[in-house]
């Protein structure tokens, strides 16, 4: 079973960006397809991002697109979100997760998550 911690959030103006990391142990990396997902306020958790495990294949919500990366690196067990650009409405709980499958319905491990707060 696969453990992971986020880090990198924080509050930051329109227009800054922030890189959210997500440090996995406790199970083998390769075996997970990696995605972010995020909750804002009042809101339904929606899904950010995904990566294959082999960074293969990548998705986006359309909110997102040009403006946030996903990357990983199998050999440190990580996985990254690059955001640019940020706007007031990226404002949420922003969470990493796996899954064995890839299917966006599928994540069954998740971190505790990391706050990120744009400011307008």
């Known amino acids: 079973q696969v453990q992971l911690v986020e880090s990198g959030g924080g509050l930051v103006q329109a227009g800054g960006s922030l890189r959210l990391s997500c440090a996995a142990s406790?199970?083998?990396?390769?075996?997970?397809?990696m995605g972010w997902f995020r909750q804002a306020p009042g809101k339904e958790r929606e899904f950010v991002a995904r990566i294959w495990w082999d960074g293969s294949w990548l998705s986006y919500v359309d909110s997102v697109k040009g403006r946030f990366t996903i990357s990983r690196d199998n050999a440190k067990n990580m996985v990254y979100l690059q955001m640019n650009s940020l706007k007031p409405d990226d404002t949420a709980v922003y969470y990493c997760?796996?899954?064995?499958?890839?299917?966006?319905?599928?994540?069954?491990?998740w971190g505790q998550g990391t706050q990120v707060t744009v400011s307008s």
């Open positions: 997760a796996a899954s064995t499958s890839g299917r966006l319905n599928d994540y069954m491990y």
């Open positions: 406790g199970g083998s990396f390769l075996n997970y397809y």
